[in-house]
């Protein structure tokens, strides 16, 4: 519907991205994630905005996020399982990340079998118990490079299960870290060249609160979209300083009124008339539904008119959701056709932040900002 937008603010973006760059430092590479639309945000733009700031390396998760990006003008690392070896011949661009003996196998037999040679960097499993190779495959990896020479090894890598742990003293994060060093200087030893790659954006943050000075890449989605993940438990300076940086929120959704009714007391409102009015209410119909990747279970959450909160109403329906204006409206006023919502973001000197919203359905930013259907069209701004 006309009225539903995700706002992009693109300089916040670019603040972000400045503000990683700033904390990884000279010495050391990022590779900001773009896969899954950019969580939502858009594949084209970020990486259009990323490349303007200098960056020319993505993460994705699939050939085919690789083929839609369609971009020559960046290096392209993809994580998830191979799909089509053949693809890579055509793409030199592309970087697989292969997590498997099987994947690397297959990969190494097209390459060879083209009489071609392919970049590649693999990934390791130290505690998320999901893709990756085991530590104890690093020996038989190491012999497989070595005569498999048309893989050039470029990378290692690995993900950690809870990286805002990092400041921690014997917290998985440093566990996972430790086996990964093991990994990372048995590789080196054979290719000194290697690139290692570890921190994700928790751990980014975790490690520039307690001032680590952490000597591997990053892989960074969520802190370049603005979400700043909550460090818990942290010593005082830790604290501080997480509270002195400034993530900025880059998205805001937004949806429009389409029409009004004043109801009485006791009717009830959308399906199963779960909530019933307890005195005569001012009931406004929204332009955004759960089809439009807002979650059903959002009833009874605020959303902001006229730079206030009002609350959801009812069950969230496909197309529609209600909100209850009589706080702001009181009976006699009615909101105009069009009249502008904001689900989370800013209105005014309001405020509903996309972590908020998150907890409010039991969820995190990375799982909301990834529904917003694509039906719900971006807006992108850059002042
Ligand atoms: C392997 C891997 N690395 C890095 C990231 C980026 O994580 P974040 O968005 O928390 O920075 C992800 C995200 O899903 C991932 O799966």
């Known amino acids: 519907m006309k009225y539903n937008k995700l706002e992009v603010n693109l300089k916040a973006l670019r603040t972000n991205i400045k503000t990683a760059l700033k904390i990884i430092g000279k010495n050391n590479f990022f590779y900001p994630f773009v896969k899954s639309n950019a969580y939502g945000v858009g594949i084209h733009e970020v990486t259009r905005i990323l490349t303007e700031e200098g960056l020319h390396e993505v993460g994705l998760l699939t050939s085919e996020e690789a083929r839609s990006l369609n971009s020559k003008k960046v ?15 055509s793409n030199p661009h592309w970087t697989p990340i292969i997590s498997s003996f099987d994947d690397l196998n297959i990969f190494s037999q097209t390459i060879m079998n083209n ?3 392919h970049n590649i960097h693999i990934k390791f499993d130290v505690g998320m118990s999901r893709l990756g190779f085991d530590s104890k495959d690093t020996d038989e990896l190491i012999s497989f490079f070595k005569t498999n020479t048309h893989l050039k090894l470029q990378g290692v890598c690995a993900h950690l299960s809870r990286g805002e742990d990092i400041g921690i003293p014997n917290s998985s994060a440093g566990k996972q870290i430790e086996q990964f060093k093991k990994i990372g200087k048995e590789i080196k030893k054979h290719i000194p060249s290697i ?4 921190l994700n954006s928790s751990a980014l943050l975790g490690s520039f609160c307690h001032d680590l000075d952490i000597e591997y890449g990053s892989r960074l ?10 460090i818990e438990n942290q010593t005082q300076t ?12 880059v998205t ?9 009714r004043v109801i009485s007391q006791g009717c009830g409102v959308s399906y199963d008339s779960l909530w019933k009015a307890k005195t005569d209410s001012n009931i406004a119909v929204i332009s955004m539904g759960y089809a439009d990747g807002i979650s059903r279970n959002l009833t009874g959450m605020d959303v902001l008119f006229r730079g206030q909160r009002v609350p959801i109403v009812g069950a969230v329906c496909m197309n529609f959701f209600m909100i209850d204006l009589t706080p702001v409206l009181g009976l006699k ?6 009249e502008e919502i904001v689900i989370y973001g800013k209105q005014q000197n309001q405020e509903i932040t996309i972590k908020e919203h998150a907890q409010a359905l039991g969820s995190i930013p990375y799982e909301v900002m990834t529904h917003i259907s694509p039906s719900v069209q971006r807006v992108y701004y850059d002042l």
């Open 75 to 89: 290096q392209i690392l993809i994580f998830g399982p191979i799909e089509k070896s053949e693809e890579f011949l």
């Open 238 to 249: 830790a604290l501080k300083k997480w509270s002195q940086l400034d993530l900025q929120p």
């Open 221 to 230: 989605g969520g802190f370049i979209y603005g979400i700043k993940h909550d």
């Open 252 to 260: 805001t959704l937004k949806a429009g009124v389409l029409s009004s």
């Open 115 to 117: 009489k071609s040679s």
């Open 333 to 338: 006023e009615k909101p105009k056709r069009g």
């Open 195 to 198: 690139k290692q790659h570890l």
